[in-house]
């Protein structure tokens, strides 16, 4: 019971976090975590969805840095419908860390260990 109570308490806490951010984002994962300076972490089977567009990602961790206005998906990064403010539009995308800029809508992914990105784009 207090699991599921704490479960739904992060889950709103979450949504208001993100709510203030131009692009507005569910996060679930198996924990997740606040620090005091506003900065968000979940863990564990995280899956992000945009509530503005039909954006969805999965990962082992996301980050949430409020200063550098930053979210970071790590490990067994997949990417569904994610758009830049500059048109680019990516369809789907595995790779091994993505870093979206919530004040710009821009992002960044990379692979690592000699894996590759692999994108479908659409212009």
Do not use: H
Not at 56 to 70: F, I, M, P, Q, V
Not at 94 to 101: M, P, R, S
């Amino acid at each position: 019971m207090k699991f599921s109570l704490l479960s739904a308490v992060l889950f709103l806490f979450t949504e208001i976090l993100f709510a203030q951010e131009k692009l507005n984002y569910t996060v679930t994962s198996d924990s997740q975590l606040q620090n005091i300076k506003g900065n968000f972490e979940a863990i564990g089977n995280v899956i992000i969805k945009s509530t503005n567009n039909n954006f969805e990602a999965s990962s082992n961790k996301l980050t949430y840095d409020k200063d550098a206005r930053t979210l970071k998906l790590v490990g067994n990064v997949f990417v569904k419908n994610l758009e830049s403010e500059e048109g680019l539009s990516i369809q789907e995308s595995y790779g091994d860390e993505l870093t979206i800029f919530t004040d710009s809508g821009l992002f960044k992914f990379n692979s690592e260990n000699k894996n590759r990105v692999k994108t479908k784009l659409k212009f």
